[in-house]
């Protein structure tokens, strides 16, 4: 009697152990599927989800106007860590030449082909792409627009922008002028007999990042100018620009080269280092440093002893000349852009369009590097050769 007991005492274990297993793959409703990859979300963010609601990965494909540059490897760089934080999938390719449109056309064309859930595009034409802005307003692919982005898109296709804002980037070289204890004392003693001069070089009054960033510096530089000088600060040199006053004890000079050549540029660095009273350079971006740098005989006027030695000098970008300069302590420093952060939040962005959150334009950021900091890690990944 008792083994019997004994059996069936065995047996019931052995039915609840067998129930338990077969109850235990749903256990509160959390085992629901990890998203394609196994990635989670970096940062402990949750507002996207990697996954599109069948499942499957997102796919998007990330064009840029080039590849090769050392300025689109570090937008790739951070487009690449987006990707792997968001457990998304991406293809990052570009034209080898910033004149190819077709090319880069036909490079978007091949990524429309695989079905992606959204596109990031830094366009070297709208019009060259229109076509294919319409395919993507049509099928629900939202585009998300990075660097220059795909500027007067009519479509509806491009849901937003992640690039650097030009007026805010160039505001920060004014900045930093402002904390220049040389400069600040020349404009404090500046008087209307003997006026201090700052100047702006800029390669055209065209290009909507040049004009934001001349639009940038003069404002902040003209406010800060403000300061010591109430009432007297003159911007003067270009039409687009100028706010005389009589009399002024600062002048912010604006010198707009006659074209984009470098020789032309370096004819309007000559007029401009000519002024009397000159205290200060901001060149706007790359190709002004270039024809800057020319008419300083590549940089050796700024060295001590030189002819130009007590200018303070700021750049745009980077370049391996104006490296050289900021290295040199010719420069006392250069402002760059952040094209990691434009790829990473280029692809941020368009994971967060593709499962239909709101996104809206973003400023990347832009950095202040000069001879102290130039090769720390995550300078040196934004400055280019």
Known sequence: MNKKRLFAAILSAAMMLSLAACGGGDKGGTSGSQPSGGSQPSGGSSTSQPSGGDGEKIFIPVMAKGFQHQFWQAVKQGADAAAADLGVEIYFDGPGSETEIDKQVNMVKDQMAKNPKAMALAALSTDAVKEILAECAEKNIPVIGFDSGVPDDTSGAVKATA?????????????????????VAKMQAATSAEPVVIGCISQDAVSASVTGRTIGFVNKMAEI??????????????????????????IIRVEISATTEATAVQTAATSLLGAKGLAAVFCSNEGAVTGFLAAVSDGED?????????????????????????????????????PYQIGYKAVEMAVKAANGEAVSDVDTGAQWYNAENIDDEMIALLVYD
């Open 225 to 250: 100018a403000e300061k010591y000088q109430p009432g007297k600060v003159s911007i003067e040199g270009h039409t687009l620009w100028e706010k005389k006053v009589a009399d002024p004890a600062i």
């Open 302 to 338: 700024l060295a001590e002893g030189g002819r130009y030695a007590d200018l303070v000098v700021a750049g745009f970008d980077a370049g391996a000349a104006q490296k050289n300069a900021v290295r040199q302590g010719w420069f006392y420093g250069s402002v760059t852009q952040d």
């Open 163 to 183: 690039a650097t804002n030009n007026e805010a980037a160039a505001a920060l070289a004014a900045e930093k002028f402002g904390e220049h204890e040389g400069l």
